[in-house]
Antibody, heavy 123, light 111 residues
Framework: EVRLLESGGGLVQPGGSLRLSCAAS????????MSWVRQAPGKGLEWVST?????????DYADSVKGRLTISRDNSENTLYLQMNNLRVEDTAVYYC???????????????WGRGTLVTVSS | QSVLTQPPSLSGAPGQRVTVSCTGI?????????VHWYQQLPGTAPKLLIF???NRPSGVPARFSGSKSGTSASLAITGLQAEDEADYYC???????????FGGGTKLTVL
């Protein structure tokens, strides 16, 4: 069974840091682009970041998080990460890990999602 | 303000057919990028419903179908059931923003 399991969320003060992890199982993790998508309380989905397959793959970020959040992956551990620095109140959201799929980058979609982990930024 | 525009809410009676619209512009749907749809049941993670405009992943009932034309796409649900009550999101890519984008979501209520 294909599974994604996020961890690392919690309460952090503005300006603080947090590192999210996403453990993958049931598929060839190294093959696939992986992404983080977030959902603020009561709001819609927002794409955050994507890392392509392989080692040291290409990374892309939403403008709202560029320079503060860093996506990375460890294919030997089948794990995706999101290092979150200089957090802001508006970063409060459930963060979902999602597996990417599609014939070409611009037409990628998210075919498997984790259950999400809640990040709350508040003083 | 989402890049892709969806109606905030929609409702229908059991057995009816409803359509969720997703409107974009020339830099996303109108540029030919695929549209994908997700269903989010209350309190759960999103689930892929339609990919590549019209394709259903295995396990998704044939009651769900997708279409695309010009700068818009639609998700149709026929034979509406109580278990279809959920939020529905469209997703595509925008070349001007160089990022993947979602619609604002449509809350479907089954009367």
């Amino acid at each position: 069974e294909v599974r994604l399991l996020e961890s690392g969320g919690g309460l952090v003060q503005p300006g603080g840091s947090l590192r999210l992890s996403c453990a993958a199982s049931g598929f060839d993790f190294a093959c696939c682009a992986m992404s983080w998508v977030r959902q603020a309380p009561g709001k819609g989905l927002e794409w955050v970041s994507t890392i392509t397959n392989g080692n040291g793959g290409r990374t892309d970020y939403a403008d709202s998080v560029k320079g503060r959040l860093t996506i990375s992956r460890d294919n030997s551990e089948n794990t995706l990460y999101l290092q979150m620095n200089n957090l802001r109140v508006e970063d409060t959201a459930v963060y979902y890990c999602a597996k990417g799929r599609g014939q070409d980058r611009e037409n990628w979609f998210f075919d498997v999602w984790g259950r999400g982990t809640l990040v709350t930024v508040s003083s | 303000q989402s890049v892709l525009t969806q109606p905030p809410s929609l409702s229908g009676a059991p057995g009816q057919r409803v359509t969720v619209s997703c409107t974009g512009i020339s830099s996303n749907i109108g540029a030919g990028y695929d549209v994908h749809w997700y269903q989010q049941l209350p309190g759960t993670a999103p689930k892929l419903l339609i990919f590549g405009n019209t394709n259903r992943p295995s396990g998704v009932p044939a009651r769900f179908s997708g279409s695309k034309s010009g700068t818009s796409a639609s998700l149709a649900i026929t034979g509406l059931q109580a278990e279809d009550e959920a939020d529905y999101y469209c997703q595509s890519y925008d070349s001007s923003l160089s990022r993947w984008v979602f619609g604002g979501g449509t809350k479907l209520t089954v009367l």
